[in-house]
């Protein structure tokens, strides 16, 4: 019945409900990855980098770790890559 239903029930167009605008106060980023780690971890799992909130992120992008700068060496000097 159209009589009784509220304003606020229809759906508003174009959207899933939401507005887009995302805000967690928790979210910690690693320094050096910049992955994003769970909020009562202190450092990054990965690298053991100091875990910061997203507005304490340097703007600059730090080098790439060894580990994967490894990888890319390897590829460079001929060998196939591992999905070939």
């Known amino acids: 019945m ?3 239903a509220k304003k606020g029930d229809q759906e508003e167009p174009g959207g899933s409900g939401g507005s887009g605008l995302h805000l967690d106060l928790d979210e910690r980023y690693c320094t050096t990855c910049r992955r994003a780690v769970l909020p009562w971890q202190q450092t990054c799992p990965d690298d053991g980098s100091p ?3 997203l ?3 340097p ?13 890319e060496n390897e590829e460079a000097d001929g060998a196939p890559p591992p999905d070939a």
């Open 51 to 53: 875990a910061v909130a």
């Open 55 to 57: 507005t304490e992120l």
């Open 59 to 71: 703007a600059s992008m730090p080098a790439p770790p060894a580990h994967l700068l490894a990888e």
């Open 2 to 4: 159209g009589v009784f």
